[in-house]
């Protein structure tokens, strides 16, 4: 009996030692992961997190900090495929999950997960509607009427979507139509402006020169006149792709800082 209390003394205290062991790891480890995360390593901090989260599975936070380490880290695919199965069960990690589907342009996805009614904590929900005006800035240039928007940076971003200059592909269109090249030359596009106007205005001169020496019947001058004709159509299409072009660029500068904005929040 005295050897079987002593074994059992031992055994309890050995387990109280490697417990004690095993939070003091599991503290340091979460300092040290908090530690890179602050100093922008995030690779370094979702390693320790992972290693925590293999220490204690069931920690929500640990869950929801790995998430954000790696979006920060743009490491989309991770946060996909470890925080679907669980967004549901925490906020935090919902609202993850939520911006991993952003970043991969699943917005529908991203919009599903974003039901304001889902969320108790006052700033995740907040987050969430910050998230929603993004989205609708990225794919409409402008905030729905009627949206109740608490957010400065989002509001400057709607500003400058809603005054950003573009320019109008059936002007271009138009423009070149009646002076070849010049619907180039209003979208900024020079070069190719130029070029459409010697291309055109020298398979036109030599198709009225063929025509001019040998009549209607000219086989040359209806060649050239087919390829000044081509050129023509050509030069009409490429402008107004060119002012889509010139639009897209203009819009792809704000789009690059409203994801920027949204996916580098700490919540």
Not at 207 to 230: D, E, H, L, P
Request: net charge positive.
């Amino acid at each position: 009996m005295k050897w079987i209390l002593i074994i059992l003394l031992f055994s309890s205290t050995k387990i109280f030692c490697q417990d004690q062991d095993s939070l003091f790891s599991e503290t340091k480890t979460l300092s040290f992961a908090r530690h890179l995360y602050i100093n922008g390593m995030y690779d370094m901090a979702s390693q320790e997190y992972e290693r925590l989260i293999y220490i204690n599975p069931k920690n929500k936070i640990y869950h929801k900090e790995l998430l954000a380490s790696y979006r920060k880290s743009n490491n989309i695919k991770s946060i996909l495929k470890k925080s679907k199965n669980e967004a549901f069960y925490d906020t935090g990690i919902q609202l993850e999950y939520a911006l991993g589907n952003f970043a991969a342009g699943n917005f529908e996805t991203a919009k599903y997960l974003l039901v304001p009614d889902t969320f108790s904590n006052q700033k995740h929900r907040l987050i969430a509607a910050d998230i929603k005006n993004c989205i609708s800035l990225l794919e409409f240039r402008i905030l729905p009427v009627g949206t109740d928007n608490q957010n400065p940076v989002i509001e400057n971003l709607s500003i400058m979507y809603r005054t950003t200059k573009t320019k109008s592909p059936v002007k271009a269109g138009i423009f070149s139509a009646v002076i070849p090249g010049s619907g180039r030359v209003y979208t900024q596009d020079y070069t190719n402006g130029l070029l459409s106007l010697l291309f055109i205005g020298g398979s036109a001169w030599q198709s009225a020169s063929r025509f001019k020496q040998k009549g209607i019947t000219s086989v040359t001058g209806w060649i050239y006149g087919g390829i000044a004709f081509g050129f023509y159509l050509g030069n009409i299409y490429g402008s107004v792709k060119s002012a889509k072009k010139y639009n897209n660029k203009k819009y792809q500068i704000l789009d690059e800082k409203t994801k920027n904005y949204i996916l580098n929040l700490d919540f």
